[in-house]
Nanobody, 115 residues
Framework: QVQLVESGGGLVQPGGSLRLSCTAS????????VGWYRQAPGKEREMVAT???????EYADSVKGRFTISRDKTLKTLSLQMNNLKPEDTAIYYC?????????WGPGTQVIVSS
């Protein structure tokens, strides 16, 4: 069974940057949709950035121009570069992969944006 593990979260000041990574055990990120989601306290999980088909990417309006999703050439690592972070970006960030007809989620990594 494929397992996803996120890393790179932490505490950062407003305006700062973080880079999240997600690796998959015994699999690659070859089937879309593949992407990053987040869930803030008291809110529902929302899409942040997703490869929806081929190289087509969708971003949440709130992160456009600040966040960039990418896959490495081996398709084993999914990344999210987050710049100019804001307090409202505080959430648990989850990686999602698609394997067959199933979605697989990582356990999440906490991002806190605070001064």
């Amino acid at each position: 069974q494929v397992q996803l593990v996120e890393s790179g979260g932490g505490l950062v000041q407003p305006g700062g940057s973080l880079r999240l990574s997600c690796t998959a055990s015994s699999a690659r990120f070859t089937t879309n949709p593949v992407g990053w989601y987040r869930q803030a306290p008291g809110k529902e999980r929302e899409m942040v950035a997703t490869f929806v088909g081929g190289a087509i990417i969708e971003y949440a309006d709130s992160v456009k121009g600040r966040f960039t999703i990418s896959r490495d050439k081996t398709l084993k690592t999914l990344s999210l570069q987050m710049n100019n972070l804001k307090p409202e970006d505080t959430a648990i960030y989850y990686c999602r992969g698609t394997y067959g007809s199933a979605s697989v989620w990582g356990p999440g990594t906490q991002v806190i944006v605070s001064s």
